[in-house]
């Protein structure tokens, strides 16, 4: 059964700095890998979507990677911002399935 | 503006009563997701739909109910069978389920509180 792991579970980090948020998933055969942005008592935006055949996505000051081999994800958030601050979870699609597994997600403070 | 919208955005129920939780989308989207969020949890699924009178079981499906009789609209029906039903209930669609890269959308949740 696929598991969604995101470590860290916290993360506080002064304005401005560069910072890498991690994803692992124990089944290599994904379809696609999502990234989402959840701000307190709100629902899920969708940052980045990554194609199994794909190595990275990039939107503004974020930038997600794959490698499908290791189950591994990574998203870089460049020049970080307070508003940045949220709750950031990753999703991947099997193969074979039709939904979307979560992991618990990495809640991110950004202080000015 | 396309979107989906939950509604209503907190709900209070006593305990033993039913209670449904509305989703409605105008993406034209084909898949709808009902997803359950309580802390620390993470997102679990309840049920998804990939087209009108079809649905299946997602993985914590007891004591819940759906129908998806319009494409616009899936709501969730959370009976007096569900052993803890206060959490944040998360409504989302897509194009097509089934190996298709279509992104993910949410709506921006209900809350569920029963006492």
């Known amino acids: 059964k696929q598991e969604v792991t995101q470590i860290p579970a916290a993360l506080s980090v002064p304005e401005g700095e560069n910072l890498v948020l991690n994803c692992s998933f124990t089944?290599?055969?994904?379809?696609?890998l999502q990234w989402f942005r959840q701000d307190p008592g709100k629902g899920l935006t969708s940052l980045l979507l990554i194609q199994s055949s794909q190595r990275e996505q990039t939107s503004g000051r974020l930038n997600a990677s794959l490698d499908k081999s290791s189950g591994r994800s990574t998203l870089y958030i460049a020049a970080s911002q307070p508003g940045d601050s949220a709750t950031y979870l990753c999703a991947v699609r099997n193969q074979a399935g039709t939904a979307l597994i979560f992991g618990k997600g990495t809640t991110l403070s950004v202080s000015s | 503006d396309g979107g989906i919208t939950q509604s209503p955005k907190y709900l209070f129920r006593k305990e033993g009563q039913n209670v449904t939780l509305s989703c409605e989308q105008n993406?034209?989207?084909?898949?709808m997701y009902w997803y359950r969020q309580d802390p620390g949890q993470g997102l679990r699924l309840i049920y998804y739909s990939q087209i009108v009178n079809d649905f299946q079981k997602g993985d914590i499906a007891e004591g819940y109910s759906v129908s998806r009789e319009k494409k616009e609209s899936f709501p969730l029906t959370v009976t007096s069978a569900q052993k803890n039903p206060t959490a944040f209930y998360l409504c989302?669609?897509?194009?097509?389920?089934?190996?298709?890269?279509?992104?993910?959308?949410f709506g921006n949740g209900t809350r569920l509180t029963v006492t």
């Open positions: 989302a669609s897509s194009f097509r389920t089934g190996g298709n890269n279509s992104p993910l959308h």
């Open positions: 993406l034209n989207h084909d898949a």
């Open positions: 089944d290599s055969a994904i379809y696609n």
